[in-house]
């Protein structure tokens, strides 16, 4: 009930007004987003690089409609790019498709992902294209599998929660495509996706078994100590060693648990967002566990 009440108010621009009078509210932002300028991210993933983990960019924008604005994004991930390759920090970009024109055109977002994948490989860099709302699974996929027919440095997102995932690995195995796996963030309805955390998670811990044996490297992105237990143990198993994939978490989540498989020897690659545009991003996270609004509303009433 409060997930659902949350990820609805991450599309209301109302609440967001009335959060943001809370001087205190932007402060508590911080805790999962590394702020709103390209520098404060830099800073964010050198002190992570410092402890032996990866990054992966994200400038936060979603469900841009106009074209201008998607040309900018693209601007910014050149950017961004540019600055990995001369500060020399540890991270590869993740971009969303609706950042940079998914909901105008089909052609256009595929020209603007198009410019972002060749920028990278000019660095010697990868972009990972990020899996929004189901009904934008389908175009999402097509465009990634464009692209991959051309390029070899880009890769995609696919969500447990969705009944169909189990097929898109399939045929995403078949053009040796990098996946990231993860449990999937948005309100999607029964008819689509799984409703139960059990569900969810066996159907998790399936598609994990069946990426790494893969011979592929893939990121299994998850906070959730079951599903990283399984992992490794599926991985003593079946002898796939710890440099043949690597975990990721998200900026400022489990921060003692991103520590402690770096400590045992996994690779770690962390999620760092920045951007102005951070409303639905902090919303979701919220959702995804209550003790966070608690945390959210005991630092609103503080400050
Ligand atoms: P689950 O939600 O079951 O949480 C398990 C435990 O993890 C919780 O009990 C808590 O301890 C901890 N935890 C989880 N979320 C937390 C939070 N926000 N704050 C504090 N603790 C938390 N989704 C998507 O739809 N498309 C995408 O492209 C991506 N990309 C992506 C990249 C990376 C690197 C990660 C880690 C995640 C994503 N996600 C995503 C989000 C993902 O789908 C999912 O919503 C979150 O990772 C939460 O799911 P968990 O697997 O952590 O398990």
């Known amino acids: 009930m409060l997930k659902s009440t949350l990820l609805y108010l991450s599309r209301s621009q109302g609440f967001k007004s009335f959060l943001t009078r809370f ?31 990866s990054a992966t960019f994200d400038h936060l924008g979603e469900s841009i409609t106009a074209e201008p604005e998607t040309l900018r994004e693209v601007r910014e991930y050149q950017r961004m790019l540019a600055q990995i390759g001369s500060t020399g920090i540890d991270s590869n970009v993740s971009v969303k498709l609706t950042q940079i024109g998914l909901d105008i055109s089909r052609d256009l977002c595929y020209r603007n992902a198009r410019s972002i994948v060749e920028e990278a490989k000019r660095f ?6 990020d899996m929004e709302e189901s ?4 175009s999402t996929l097509e465009i990634f599998k464009q692209l991959r027919r051309e390029f070899d440095n880009v890769g995609i997102v696919v969500q447990a929660y969705l009944y169909r995932t189990e097929d898109d690995i399939k045929s995403l195995l078949e053009m040796r495509a990098r996946i990231r796996l993860c449990k999937g963030a948005y309100k999607e309805p029964p008819a689509v996706a799984f409703s139960s955390k059990k569900d969810v998670d066996d159907n998790y811990v399936k598609l994990m078994r069946i990426l ?21 143990r599926f991985a003593k198993e079946n002898a796939v060693t710890p440099d043949q994939f690597e975990f990721q978490m ?3 989540v489990r921060r003692d648990l991103q520590e402690s498989l770096v400590g045992q020897g996994f ?10 545009y951070w409303y639905p991003y902090f ?11 608690w945390f959210v509303l005991r630092n609103m009433l503080r400050g």
């Open 212 to 232: 790494l044996v893969s011979g592929i490297y893939h990121g299994i992105a998850t906070h959730d100590e079951n599903m990283i237990d399984a992992t490794k």
């Open 23 to 53: 001087k205190s509210f932007n402060a508590v932002t911080r805790r999962f987003v590394a702020g709103e300028d390209l520098p404060d991210a830099i800073e964010a993933i050198r002190a992570l690089n410092s402890k032996k983990i």
């Open 267 to 276: 690779r770690m690659r962390v999620y760092v967002p920045y951007g102005k």
């Open 283 to 293: 919303m979701r996270r919220l959702a995804e566990r209550p003790a966070n609004v």
């Open 135 to 138: 009904s934008k699974t389908t």
């Open 250 to 252: 998200l900026y400022g």
């Open 124 to 129: 010697g860099n990868f972009v990972r294209i």
